[in-house]
């Protein structure tokens, strides 16, 4: 019995020692496998990596070409007076974007409460515009600019309140509700000065540039 159990415990040390040869043998071969494997996750997290930033940057170039080439068919058709009221508020908001503005949104519509354009100024201060799309021999009254007044600073929060449009004048009532309001009115020859940057834009005017211009 006692050399039974003997021979038990040498082949049993003999096994731990076979085993402990081989963990030393195959152990740096192992770490070198996982290394290796290691490697090429990291390789190919990389590579998906890399893939992924580049199609971000071709979307947000392909969207910036896109809304560039927009921006400059409605500033043509603004110059040919050939805009839907839609397209003159889009028109709007490339000028915004062609002078500096960010955050420039096109919110016009059934519910839009007098903003037609949000954006935000070069010196941080937020521009709210509405947009008239009007026949050039039109003027614009009193009651669209009161209607707007009643909206720009206290709903949406205008450090700048302006009316934008296409007919060739304001009428008095409206330009001297306009300038108690602080609001400033940009019409027919400003419109277009401001277009050839012959003029400034509105964040740039005062509510009472208008005066000067019509007495």
């Not at 921006?71 to 839907?84: C, E, G, I, M, P």
Request: with cysteine.
């Amino acid at each position: 019995m006692g050399r039974r159990r003997g021979r038990r415990g040498s082949n049993t040390v003999g096994l731990l020692i076979m085993a402990g040869a081989a963990a030393l043998v195959l152990a740096p071969r192992a770490i070198h496998a996982a290394a290796a494997a290691a490697h090429v996750l990291i390789a190919a997290g990389v590579c998906l990596l890399a893939v992924a930033v580049l199609a971000v940057i071709l979307r947000v170039g392909y969207r910036l070409r896109a809304r560039a080439r927009e921006d400059a068919r409605v500033l043509v058709a603004l110059r040919q007076n050939a805009l839907t009221p839609r397209e003159f508020e889009d028109a709007l908001a490339a000028l915004c974007r062609r002078d500096g503005c960010t955050d420039v949104r096109v919110v016009g519509g059934a519910r839009d409460l007098g903003a037609d354009v949000i954006a935000t100024a070069p010196d941080g201060r937020r521009i709210v515009l509405q947009a008239k799309r009007y026949r050039s021999d039109r003027t614009v009254g009193s009651q669209d600019v009161q209607r707007f007044g009643g909206t720009a600073h206290t709903i949406h929060g205008a450090d700048v309140a302006a009316v934008v449009t296409t007919a060739h004048a304001f009428t008095a009532q409206a330009r001297a509700y306009a300038e108690q309001a602080g609001i400033r009115l940009v019409a027919g020859k400003d419109l277009a000065a401001w277009d050839t940057r012959t003029g400034p834009p509105p964040w740039k005017r005062s509510s009472r540039d208008h005066r000067a211009r019509h007495g």
